[in-house]
């Protein structure tokens, strides 16, 4: 089983669409999560760090369910520059290894 | 501006050479790591280092070395033992904390291509 494991779509959704990706990982003690965003050829940009209680900044909205251990992200209202890769990334952190893992990623296309 | 300088952006290497990529960031962050992105694939670890003179093999190594003799400065050499080099290679850097780090930034990355 893959630590960090995504949908690679790709999900072609229509402007003004809600779409939600999920992103599931095997090691229970990990203590950080992020959505990170990717544009063609270039590098990954920190979209959103995710929080035990669930985070929002503007369409988008992040989870975690340690339980499940998953997490989640939702964008509602689409727009065309949303257009991306959105990996889903996790720290195990204090459980002894301090590093970031990547899962593959999930392709987007917002369709005009 | 703070953050993280990764050169050349494009390099080409003949098989059998090994050549050095640079790595350097000015957010005084302690860690470092060193990822390798394929085409259509995600990001895989090749190495990564929570302080100075001091680095872990990640998920990727052989082929690959790396040293961290400053904080700033965390360089990769691709070996001529790394079969398949050509890819897009991202550097990337964090405060650590012990609960967990903070989030990763990156630089803008290096695409090797063997020729």
């Known amino acids: 089983r893959k630590e960090v494991e995504q949908d690679p779509g790709p999900f072609n959704v229509p402007e003004g669409a809600t779409v939600a990706f999920n992103c599931t990982y095997s090691?229970?003690?990990?203590?950080?999560f992020f959505w990170y965003r990717q544009d063609c050829r270039k590098e990954p940009k920190l979209l959103m760090s995710?929080?035990?209680s669930g985070n929002e900044d503007g369409r988008f909205t992040a989870q975690l369910n340690r339980a499940s251990q998953y997490i989640s992200l939702l964008i509602r209202d689409s727009k065309l520059s949303d257009s991306a890769t959105y990996l889903c990334?996790?720290?195990?952190?204090?459980?002894?290894?301090?590093?970031?893992?990547f899962g593959t990623g999930t392709r987007l296309k917002v369709l005009a | 501006d703070g953050g993280i300088t990764q050169s050349p952006k494009y390099l080409f290497r003949k098989e059998g050479q090994n050549v050095t990529l640079s790595c350097e960031q000015n957010?005084?962050?302690?860690?470092m790591y060193w990822y390798r992105q394929d085409p259509g694939q995600g990001l895989r670890l090749i190495y990564y280092?929570?302080?100075?003179?001091?680095?872990q093999k990640g998920d990727i190594a052989e082929g690959y070395s790396v040293s961290r003799e400053k904080k700033e400065s965390f360089p990769l050499t691709v070996t001529s033992a790394q079969k398949n080099p050509t890819a897009f290679y991202l550097c990337a850097s964090s405060i650590r904390r012990d609960f967990g780090n903070t989030e990763a930034f990156f630089g803008q990355g290096t695409r090797l291509t063997v020729v």
């Open positions: 957010l005084n962050h302690d860690a």
């Open positions: 090691n229970s003690a990990s203590q950080s």
């Open positions: 995710v929080y035990s």
């Open positions: 990334v996790v720290n195990p952190g204090a459980s002894g290894t301090y590093k970031y893992i």
């Open positions: 280092s929570q302080i100075v003179n001091d680095f």
